[in-house]
């Protein structure tokens, strides 16, 4: 439930309050009339109708210059909402906790690239190199919940399902340079510190199989479920769940010994771990109802998650193949070693 304040001018009173009424509000009051003649209604709205409600609002004050609407959170209030009949529940279960608009708001703070975002990246790199070389878990694990490289990802299919061109181009530069200056500075760090490059913590990063496959997807569909249901909390876990950051550092600390085989068994697990991701974020998006507003935006959006809905699933697929082929290859070496 939130508190959605209408800011308009005072001819639309009567429309507003007949938008609540329609739109299932739980209550709605009005504030002072202002000296510009702006009046803000403030409504309490429950999950199930907060989306059509915007969207209805949005295209009443589209043309506005004076109208503004303010989502605000409501920890509880009393007396408590009745539970309802048994559509409303079956209705409940099927919406979307989060509004488009909120959950624009949140995810694109992931793909900001600024100096703090930058700044995390060379943290996490360093805790990252430093934890897989003393093969501790500890350390690795404080790397994933630090580094901000899963926002990107998020951001980038959640944009991609909404048609967004300009937070589509903010995330894959923000994922990009994040993935390149975690690669850079882990690369350096292999070429002049020495490390031990058969601990345990690095050597698992270089396999990658059905089962890290398996893992990235449930963790990229636990995040984007965590995000429309409102329990965003739940991304740390997800982000050691899926960790980009680990795989990332294993490849520049193999590449800076010239270990290309093993580098290219991390690279592997890299890419699959993002691909996988965007995979499951697009279906969880798909299934949640996540599209524009308009519906010439929205069949072009329906257009875009088909695109990249089967461009994921593709590269999943070859890159699935060449896991297993390259695990057969290690088979044969083995045995030819033998």
């Known amino acids: 439930m939130r508190i959605v304040e209408v800011i308009a001018p005072a001819r639309h009173a009567k429309e507003l309050m007949a938008m609540a009424r329609f739109y299932g509000a739980e209550d709605c009051w009005w504030g002072a009339l202002s000296p510009d003649d702006r009046q803000a209604l403030r409504m309490l709205v429950p999950d199930r109708a907060r989306q059509q409600l915007l969207d209805g609002l949005q295209s009443l004050l589209d043309k506005e210059e004076g109208g503004r609407i303010v989502i605000q959170t ?13 559509e409303s529940a079956e209705n409940k279960r099927n919406s979307v906790a989060q509004t488009r608009e909120e959950l624009y708001t949140e ?45 990107p990802n ?15 181009v903010q995330a894959l530069a923000a994922g990009g340079a994040g993935l390149g200056l975690a690669l850079l500075l882990a690369l350096l760090i292999g070429l002049i510190w020495p490390i031990n490059l058969d601990s345990h913590e690095i050597m698992t990063r270089t396999e990658v199989g059905l089962d890290s496959v398996a893992l990235a997807l449930a963790s990229g569909t636990a995040a984007v479920l965590s995000l429309t249901t409102g329990l965003s909390s739940a991304l740390v876990g ?5 960790a980009l950051l680990p795989p990332v550092a294993v490849m520049g600390l193999q590449l800076g010994h010239g270990r290309w085989e093993l580098a290219l068994g991390a690279g592997l697990l890299l890419a699959v771990n993002i691909v996988c991701v965007l995979l499951s974020a697009k279906v969880v998006f798909l299934i949640k109802g996540v599209h524009p507003r308009g519906w010439i935006e929205t069949r072009k959006a329906k257009y875009s998650m088909s695109f990249y809905i089967a461009l994921w699933a593709i590269l999943l697929a070859i890159l699935i193949s ?13 045995n030819a070693v033998l």
Do not use: H
């Not at 997800?238 to 899926?242: E, F, I, L, S």
């Open 322 to 334: 060449a896991m297993l082929l390259r695990s057969s290859l290690s088979t044969l070496v083995e």
């Open 107 to 151: 995810i694109a703070k992931g793909a900001q690239l600024d100096r703090n975002f930058l700044l995390l990246v060379v943290l996490s790199t360093v805790v990252a190199s430093i934890g897989l070389a003393e093969d501790n878990v500890a350390v690795v694990v404080g790397a994933m919940v630090i580094a901000p490289l899963l926002g």
């Open 154 to 168: 998020i951001a980038f299919a959640f944009a991609t399902s909404l048609g967004d061109r300009r937070l589509s």
């Open 74 to 86: 409501v920890n509880a209030t009393l007396p408590r909402a009745e539970a309802g009949d048994e």
């Open 238 to 242: 997800v982000m050691v769940a899926v």
